[in-house]
């Protein structure tokens, strides 16, 4: 994992799974195809297609809309399981900065 993974990941781990949930979670109220999920979150098709029915099942994302096949997806934002992802979220990104204003008192300390 590298210094760039989004503070969901660096706690869950570079996970398939997780990887899904976290590019939804970056890109809250747009919609995407399922390859556009896959590209996003950096996984193959095969990846996705392990861990969609999952996710489908828990009603983390929703149908926008759909032309043709294809369907387009987002963050079901109104699902109890995706509230209490984003509040994860919240919560990491809260300590993050906490840490980080933490960190630059101690700087300025010394």
């Known amino acids: 994992m590298n210094e760039e993974s989004s503070l969901l990941l660096k706690l869950t ?21 399922k390859s556009d999920i896959a590209k996003g ?5 095969a990846s996705l297609f392990k861990y969609w029915g999952e996710i489908e099942q828990h009603q983390i994302v929703k149908v926008t809309r759909s032309f043709g096949k294809t369907k387009l997806y987002t963050l079901n934002v109104k699902n109890p399981v995706t509230q209490k992802l984003i509040e994860l979220e919240r919560v990491l990104i809260a300590e993050s900065m906490d840490k980080a204003l933490n960190k630059k008192e101690v700087i300025i300390e010394n």
């Open 41 to 45: 979150a950096e996984l193959s098709r």
């Open 13 to 33: 781990g570079d996970v398939p799974f997780f990887k899904i949930i976290d590019f939804l979670l970056e890109n809250k109220g747009m919609d995407f195809s």
